[in-house]
C-alpha cells in the first residue's frame, strides 16, 4: 500500500498567521493529490486538487497547494488563517493506474484562536 | 439533492453481533468507498468497488464484507471477527473519469 504522510499533527495559530501544512506520498507512479476538510460535526469536503499541469493548485476558501515532484510533496498553504478555518485536514492520493484507490494522510487538526 | 446518503448517523450493537451499514449514491459514480476513521490514524481502506458485481479489499478488510449488487448501493457489514468495530465508518464515491471523490457524512458505530 501507499502511504501519505502529515507531518503536523496538532497545529494552533492566531487569526491572520500563516499556515503551512506538510504532506508527503511515498507512490513513484502517477499520482493524482488531494486535500479534505473536515470541519466539526460535518463531512470530508474537497479543498483543492491537482491532476496535472501547473503544479500550484488553487482552492477554495483562499487555500493553495503546491506539488513539488521531486520531493514527494503537496503542501497545504493559506497567507493568512480565520477562526473559520478551525479543522481537520486530511491529504490524500488516488493513484489512477493501480486500482485507484484513495490513501490518506492521518490528518491535521487545525485550531485558530481569534 | 443529490448525494450520498449514510444511515444511520449513529449506531449501537452488542459484541459479538454483526451489523450492516447502509450507503446508497444517487450521483451515478460508479466506483464506491468504505473508511474507518480512528482518531489519529486517519482514514483506513476497508473496501471498494469500480463496478458493480465487483469489489476489491483495502488495507483493512478484515472482520469486513461488502456486497454491490445495486450501482447506486454499497452496503457493509461488520462481523463478529472485526476485533475493534468500534469507529466512525465514512463512505465515498466517485464518478468514472473523475479524480475526487465525494463522501458521506458517516455512521459511528459503537460496539458495547
New interface residues.
Given amino acids: 500500500?501507499q502511504s501519505?504522510s502529515?507531518h503536523n499533527?496538532h497545529v494552533i495559530l492566531s487569526e491572520a498567521a500563516s499556515l503551512e501544512l506538510g504532506c508527503n506520498y511515498s507512490y513513484g507512479g502517477t499520482v493524482?493529490l488531494?486535500w479534505?476538510v473536515q470541519y466539526p460535526g460535518?463531512?470530508?469536503?474537497?479543498l483543492l486538487?491537482y491532476?496535472s499541469g501547473d503544479p500550484l493548485v488553487k482552492g477554495i476558501k483562499g487555500f493553495e497547494a503546491e506539488f513539488i515532484k521531486s520531493k514527494f510533496s503537496f503542501n497545504l498553504r493559506k497567507p493568512s488563517v480565520q477562526w473559520s478555518d478551525t479543522a481537520e485536514y486530511?491529504c490524500?492520493v488516488?493513484t489512477?493506474n493501480t486500482?485507484?484507490?484513495?490513501?490518506?494522510?492521518?490528518?491535521t487538526s487545525l485550531t485558530v484562536i481569534p | 439533492d443529490g448525494g450520498i446518503t449514510q444511515s444511520p448517523k449513529y449506531l449501537f450493537r452488542k459484541e459479538g453481533q454483526n451489523v450492516t451499514l447502509s450507503c446508497e449514491q444517487n450521483l451515478n459514480h460508479d466506483?464506491m468507498?468504505w473508511?474507518r476513521q480512528d482518531p489519529?490514524?486517519?482514514?483506513?481502506?476497508i473496501y471498494?468497488s469500480?463496478i458493480v458485481n465487483d469489489f476489491?479489499k483495502?488495507?483493512i478488510a478484515e472482520g469486513y464484507s461488502v456486497s454491490r449488487e445495486k450501482k447506486e448501493s454499497f452496503p457493509l457489514t461488520v462481523t463478529s471477527a472485526q476485533k475493534n468495530p468500534t469507529a466512525f465508518y465514512?463512505c465515498?464515491s466517485?464518478r468514472q473519469g473523475a479524480?475526487?471523490?465525494?463522501?458521506?457524512?458517516?455512521t459511528r458505530l459503537t460496539v458495547v
Fill in positions: 500500500a501519505v502529515q499533527h493524482n488531494f479534505y460535518q463531512h470530508l469536503q474537497l486538487k491532476f486530511f490524500a488516488n489512477p486500482g485507484n484507490q484513495f490513501y490518506f494522510g492521518t490528518g | 466506483a468507498y473508511y489519529g490514524q486517519g482514514l483506513r481502506l471498494y469500480q476489491q483495502g488495507d465514512l465515498a466517485r479524480t475526487e471523490a465525494f463522501f458521506g457524512q458517516g
